[in-house]
Each structure stands twice: as structure tokens, then as C-alpha cells.
């Protein structure tokens, strides 16, 4: 154990000139286990392999393992990165990006107190869902609206409150699985309703929600099948037809929408997904849908429709389990006023969505040409993503890499090293940059890395 006789005392770690920026965060509990740590696998190290350098190179060689300890605890861990994979709205890399605007007004009112829950005029207490409400009431033109914490808490909800200890009268083919493991029917059971499946997979018809009505139905729910499509020999009731069922048998309905696209995108070929406001107007009694997929807003779930179910799901004492804190609040009534004001563009996120195939051309090439030879210029496919349209696929285009000696995957692996990380698709075993969802400002940095890539 001649060797551990090598170790420094604490004490000339401490004194040393790299740890001099980190004085005060030693001095904390982190700090001191961080020391204890490194200290460990010293000795650890030396008992195995015996000193090969002097102490003052092991006194500066633990110093910097503590530097680097240090700043690696207190990187933040949630990073931004570049997404160059087309996917809008990529659930992995947190949906959609959220405008300048909403961030700006987000720094205005949580820096300091704000009237959350006051009443300004009469200085009384006030609801924290009126600053949406107001909102969402005038987009969609519907009585009454408040939001939780995602559309699959908003889904919970409303089962809970119109449909515990009853029946629920969904389609078989509608009983849908989404990521994360949100099932339909288990979502029914854990709001304390019982399922009642009607029709089959391929086709359900009106007659199937007629006969399976009792006096236990306490709602009748529809599911837009946002991430898959049943094609073929298909049938579906109209939203109509079952608006009118539920309002002559007395029996709420309710819509999950899924995306919450307030706005016809199928100019821009996203197709089948409904747009809120229909809904509506078809009389559904009560929509659901997320704020961070077609919204291109926080995550967030929007529950609207009339006025007498809305108070209802207010009171339930699971409402307050999943409301939401002033930061959702606040990103959420700016996007919803870029609606408001019609600048959509403004939303990072749909400004992706709607960009044109020539807009994208015109990217990917210059793009290119700043890349050499080594890159150019081609047609990709993006699509929505976040669960939203799966067989709408938005013509795209983007750079394809190839440099000599560089693989593919160690490319890969260098832009998603890059600083912020950049993340690639690999097509036909080359790299891919799709332009569509690298926000302009991005570019030089896309330029950089990739050039430092190939010449490391
Ligand atoms: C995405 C989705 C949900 C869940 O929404 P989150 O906001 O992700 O919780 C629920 N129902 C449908 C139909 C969906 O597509």
C-alpha cells in the first residue's frame, strides 16, 4: 500500500488553481461527496496499479476529475437540440417548438406575482381558467371551456365526472392504443365507467349505439383514431347521427379529438383530422384535445362544449389533482391569441407544417451549396407526427451527406454530439437533413457542425 501514500492531502486539491471557480460549491454536501468520490476511485485505482506519476501530477489529475464532475452535475440535462428529421411534431424531442412571443409573455408574468386567480376589477378572488376560457370560447364558439394537464388527463376526466358507476357506448373500432400506453379501454376502467362495445372493428353502424342503450348508459364517447386508419370495408356512424341519438335518448356525448387542429390543414395534405370547431357545431356536448400536438402549443388538454357538463367536470375534486400552474397558462393564451389574430405562422411548429414544397426546395438547396460537394439537394417526406395523420405524408425536401471515409453512422453519431446536438434521419443508408423542421436561425450552426464533422 506504498503507493496510496501518493494521495494528496484535501486540503492541496483544494488550494489548486482549477478548483478556483468552484470553491463555494465545494463547501456544499454535493460538493463534498463529489471529492469523496473522486478520492475513492483514486485510491481505488492506486492499490490496483501502484503511482506511476508524481503527487503533484495526482494532485492536479484529481482536481480536474472534480472540475469536470462539477460541471457535468450541473449541466442541465434538458437540452436543446436541432430536429432534422421532418417530424414536426416529434413526441421524443417535445413536440412543437413554442414561439418567441409566448416565451416573452411567459417571462412578464412568472418572473413576478401575476393575477393568476384574482379578479382586477373588484379585487376579489378569481378562477385561473377564465384567462383561456375567454380564448378557447371564441375560437370554437362553444359555452364554456378549461384545461388541464394533457389530453389524456382531460379524457380521465370527463369519463370520471359523466360516466362513473355507468356505462360508456364506444366502437370497437375506436378503442385505440397511443403512446405511453394510454388505452382506451383501460382508461375507461381506471375512470370507474364500464366499457360497452359496439360493432366490430371495420364497421360500426348507428343502429349498434341504439340497441346498446340502457338506463345504465351515462355517455356515449367517440374517439378520433388519430395514429392509425381502417381502410377497406369500412363504416362509421356521422358525428351527427350520434349527436342526435344521444339528444333524443338523453345521453351527453363526447368527442376525444386527439390533435385539437383548430385550423383545415388539408391544403397543406393533412388529411382526416378534424378540426375542432365542426365538432362544435355538429352539437357534440364536450371535445377533448392537446394543446402540444396540431396546436403547436404547450402540452396541455383542452376540455370545451356546453356550459352545464363543463361546470360539472369543474367540481370534481380530480380536476384540481390535474389542473395546470401558471406557466402552462401563460405560453397557452399567447398561442391561442396568434389563432385569435389569425398569425399562425407565427407558430413555429404550423409555419413547419404549412411551409410549401418550393419554400423547402429553395432552403435545401442553398443549404447544399454551402455544404461542397459532398452534399446535395432531395425530395424527402415529412410527416405531422405526435400521433397526428399517419398516412399524410408532406412533400419535403433536404440535404443527403456522403463523405469519403466517414460512415453513415459515425456521422450520425458526431452531428448528435454536436453542440447543440443535431438529430439526422439515415435513408437508404445515407444521412439525411430534412429543412422542414431546422428553424432558420439554425442553419450556420447545421453548416458548422457538419464541415467540423467531416474534418474533425
Ligand atoms: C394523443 C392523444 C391522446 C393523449 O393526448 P396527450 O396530450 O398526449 O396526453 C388522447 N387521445 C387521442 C385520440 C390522442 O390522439
Redesign the pocket.
Known sequence: MEALRQIPPVNDVLRSPELVPYQSILETPFGNRVLDEVFGDFRRELSSNGATVSRRELTERIASEVAARIQSALKPSLRRVVNATGVVLH?NLG?APLPVSAIEHLRDVAAGYSNLEFNLSDGTRGKRDVHIERLICRLLECEAAIVV???????MLVLNTLAEGGEVVASRGEQ?E???S?R?PEIINKSGARLREVGTTNRTRIRDYEKAINDQTRLLLR?????FRITGFTERPSLQDIVRLGSDRNVPTFE????GCLLDLRPQGIRDEPVVAESIRAGVDIV??????LLGGP???VIAGKRVYVARIRENPLFRALRVDKLTIGVLESVLMNYVAGRVDDLPGLQMLRASSDELKTRAESLASRLGKSARAIRLSSVAG???APESLLPSWGVELEFKDLSSAELERRLRSADPPIIVRIENSRVVLDVRTILADEEPHVVASIQASANP
Open positions: 413526441t413536440r394537464n394533457n389530453n389524456a388527463a382531460a379524457v385505440l397511443i403512446g405511453g394510454f382506451i374517439v378520433h383514431p388519430s395514429n376525444d379529438l386527439g390533435s377533448s384535445f392537446s394543446g402540444d400536438k402540452q396541455a388538454g405526435g400521433g397526428s
